[in-house]
């Protein structure tokens, strides 16, 4: 297959460039809206049709993993015009062009689409209802792709991180090297996603073949960004900062979080044959390589 992978200079463009590398039966074309000097990848402005349909068309494209999306979740509160563009006008203009051709697209959601007032995990099925900018964009982006391409495999993550680019693994770390102390959300609980596990499940789909509909990936188990954190302190070795539980009342943040956004993970893993790692087991993976 021919395979578009958008946003690649993101968090799971990257993980997606890396499992392409052990999956060399297929051709890769990673792209993104800007490109390094001398890097292996393509220009493409997801926003722009006529662009996406031309590359999609000259390169005979048979599949797009969609891994471009605006994540700046606070940011878009008052960003909502470009958040608008990034999430629902370049997912439909992708699937589109893709959709078109009969070919598959592969595209990544949130657990923002639910409100995380349940208290048990949520299923594919459950009623939607974002109470953000980012979480309404992004359902809205899952509607025009599920209308736009019949071959279309939604995925809805949460808590992503990896070894690229700007995380809360990451943003810990170094908060844990340069303070005495830190406070932590402990009453909004959910489950770290390692890109590269979704990088992997997503890869497992392509070349099993994708059954079109909406799935749920996390890793394994339960959490709160206090927990979270205190496990990547004591995985990367941080003795030094005491980690104090907050509540989300005593940390404001522009936009509204789900309280409970654990995501039940049944049917991906059904359909696809896949065993999903324990949430602490890919994080001490992700933090050795940080380390290293």
Request: one cysteine or more; charged letters at 25%.
């Amino acid at each position: 297959m021919n395979i578009l992978i958008t946003g690649c200079n993101g968090q799971l463009g990257n993980e997606m460039q890396i499992i392409a590398k052990e999956n060399p039966q297929h051709n890769y074309f990673p792209a993104d809206i800007n490109v390094r000097d001398g890097q292996d990848a393509y220009v493409l402005d997801a926003t722009d049709e006529k662009a996406v349909e031309a590359f999609v068309k000259n390169n005979n494209i048979d599949c797009i993993v969609n891994c471009a999306a605006y994540t700046a979740v606070d940011k878009a509160e008052s960003d909502s015009a470009l958040c608008e563009k990034l999430n629902v006008e370049a997912p439909a203009i992708l699937s589109r062009a893709v959709g078109s051709k009969g070919g598959v697209f592969i595209h990544v959601s949130t657990d923002y689409v639910f409100d995380g007032t349940k208290h048990t995990p949520y299923k594919e099925d459950e009623p939607t209802c974002p109470n953000s900018v980012y979480g309404v964009t992004k359902l809205a982006g899952e509607k025009k792709v599920s209308s736009n391409c019949e071959k279309s495999m939604i995925i809805r993550t949460a808590w992503l991180y990896s070894t690229f680019g700007n995380n809360f693994v990451k943003t810990m770390i170094r908060l844990g090297k340069e303070k005495e102390q830190l406070g932590v959300i402990f009453d909004q609980v959910g489950t770290p996603t390692y890109a590269r596990d979704l990088a992997a499940v997503i890869m497992t789909a392509i070349n099993k073949g994708v059954v079109p509909g909406i799935y749920h990936f996390s890793n394994e188990g339960v959490t709160s960004w206090y927990d979270f954190t205190k496990s990547i302190h004591k995985i990367a070795g941080i003795k030094s900062c005491k980690v104090r539980p907050l509540h989300t009342e005593d940390y404001p943040t522009a936009a509204k979080r789900p309280h409970y956004s654990v995501l039940d993970k049944t049917k991906i893993k059904e359909t696809y044959g896949v065993e999903i790692p324990y949430w602490e087991d890919s994080l001490e993976e992700c933090i050795a390589k940080l380390l290293n």
